[in-house]
């Protein structure tokens, strides 16, 4: 029996679209097309998408950077005898002035003008988000598994200047937002800090993911494990969904440049929040997942999104195990002391070499034929 040697990862696919929105319309009237890994466009999983101003898509994967052109998909590599701080890509910001901004699991690099440029402030710290505020500063949080060294850095000018290195940022931050008020947000799994203006306030809740976006009347929108919250004039309260009779774990949220809301959750597909009424795009209805991990919004105005494997069971190694077990695999697991741990998952060769079914879908304007089925959840 043919055998194969993998690691387990998520894998994605990229957004190849050029269509605007029309929020007028439910989500199930909007043009959408799924890419699968098959199809080539890139190698393993996504983590983030970026839009630089000359129209190309650059996606980070856990083995690089790449560029789409809207055609094909090329791996980008740097000059000679240059190279990223890390091989896995966590973040990317295509900054107003062209520049490139590359968040890695070992440090920040910037990409202008043929020239890559590393910042040493950031070295060896995994950059999960980077944002660029009002006034062209570009913020980077970092994280770090089991550590209490979470930075908060600022550039401008070429300069770095780290906020906190005192653990009061724990682990670091996942996720960065800055309002239509000037004010920036930065969150991670214990809750949200109000950074700027000073001096910064912290508000603790219990985060899925550290995603943020505006309600209709300019409240700060944040996920949480009790669902979506709220925050004015920093009170928290509710922002209620009814889903259909189902309760979602909400993940992503993304507020699209003509008012919708689009909610990702991790077992309720995809929610579009529109003119007072909530619409669903789940697996049932073409999604390869119910599971929603990344939303981006491109220069033309398509979402697109990524969705995960929707298998159910547990997480960690418990999971694994019983992803390896499904599969006719074998999972084994060696730890030594001051050299890690490693994880091999020894599979059937027929079940290693088979097209991935996550996709990667886009929405356009045109509408779906008259009669396509439509799930419509209104506000409670």
């Not at 973040?91 to 910042?119: C, H, P, V």
């Amino acid at each position: 029996m043919i055998q194969a040697i993998v690691r387990l990862m998520l894998v994605g696919v990229l957004c190849p679209s050029a269509f605007g929105l029309n929020p007028a319309l439910d989500i199930n009237q909007y043009a959408h097309k799924a890419s699968t890994v098959g199809e080539g466009f890139f190698k393993g999983s996504i983590y983030a998408i970026a839009q630089t101003p000359d129209g190309y898509l650059w996606m980070g994967t856990e083995s690089g950077l790449a560029r789409f052109d809207g055609v094909r998909s090329l791996e980008w590599q740097p000059p000679n005898g240059e190279h990223l701080p890390g091989g896995r890509i966590r973040s990317l910001l295509a900054a107003r002035d062209g520049r490139l901004w590359i968040g890695t699991d070992l440090g920040l690099a910037s990409w202008k003008d043929g020239r890559l440029t590393q910042y040493a402030e950031l070295s060896g710290k995994a950059v999960l988000s980077i944002l660029e505020d009002h006034e062209a500063t570009i913020w980077a949080g970092t994280w770090g598994v089991g550590s209490t060294d979470g930075r908060l850095c600022t550039i401008r000018d070429g300069r770095v200047r780290c906020h906190v290195d005192d653990g009061r940022l724990g682990n670091g931050i996942d996720g960065l937002y800055e309002d239509q008020g000037g004010k920036l947000w930065a969150g991670n799994p214990d809750g949200v800090w109000r950074w700027k203006p000073e001096p910064a306030k912290f508000f603790p809740v219990a985060i899925v993911t550290s995603s943020f976006a505006e309600g209709d009347g300019g409240e700060l929108l944040i996920t949480t494990l009790d669902g979506i919250k709220t925050l004015v004039n920093e009170q928290a309260g509710p922002y209620l969904v009814r889903a259909a009779g189902r309760q979602s774990k909400f993940g992503r949220l993304l507020r699209d440049r003509d008012g919708g809301l689009w909610v990702g959750t991790y077992d309720g597909g995809l929610l579009h929040v529109h003119h007072g009424k909530t619409d669903r795009f789940t697996h049932s209805d073409g999604l390869s997942s119910d599971k929603i991990l990344y939303l981006f919004e491109d220069r033309e105005g398509s979402i697109c999104v990524l969705s995960g494997d929707g298998r159910e069971g547990h997480y960690g190694l418990p999971g694994m195990r019983e992803r390896a077990k499904l599969v006719g695999g074998k999972l084994t697991i060696w730890t030594e002391l001051d050299s890690g741990t490693e994880i091999e998952l020894v599979i059937p060769g027929a079940r290693a070499y088979v097209k991935s079914t996550r996709l990667f879908w886009y929405f356009g304007s045109a509408p779906r034929h008259k009669g396509d089925k439509k799930e419509t959840i209104e506000h409670e």
